[in-house]
């Protein structure tokens, strides 16, 4: 087959009605698009502000988008961040592998707070300068050890074997 006749026998195909209808043929998938997602614009009015707290289904006075720094976060509204690995582990969670439930709204670095990676409510125990003290001290204390212990020479002593006698065998397979 050539490709013209390829090319005449497609464009057949492509005519029928068949193709043109929702049928087991049509093999895209209506989504939404990921422009659907992006947040909208920095709100600079009130009424642009009430519209951005109605749209994200938040109370006015709880909404507070980020700051309009040139990151891109327009409207989106700023969340306290909170990891998943400090989140109640018995509660019935919707989605229980990210400790969050249906249509609940996510904090803008979500990917970062999953419970598989890092902690930002993490709080060391003891704290960091406790451990620095620690550190110090066990430093120091080795320290003073080892200088206590180096005034002191240690040696083996070595003698030649002592024998009653000098100079007579104390022997007999001679």
Known sequence: MSSSQIFKCYNRLSRLPLNNSNS?????VRNHWNKDYK????????????????????????????????TGFGDYPKFKAQSAES????????????????NEPLHVQFDL??????DINYRPNPSCKVQFAQYIGVMSLSFLIYWLCDQVKGFLPAVPKQYPGVGKKHYTFD
């Not at 087991?24 to 895209?28: D, G, H, K, P, Y």
């Not at 009424?47 to 709880?62: F, G, N, Q």
């Open 24 to 28: 087991v043929l049509v093999t895209s």
């Open 39 to 70: 947040p909208g614009p920095f709100p600079k009015t009130e009424a642009e502000r009430l519209a951005a707290a109605k749209k994200y289904d938040m109370h006015p006075s709880e909404y507070a988008p980020y700051n309009d720094d040139g």
């Open 87 to 102: 989140k109640d582990p018995n509660y019935p969670w919707d989605f229980p592998e990210f400790k969050r439930n249906f």
């Open 113 to 118: 707070f999953r419970e598989d990676r890092y």
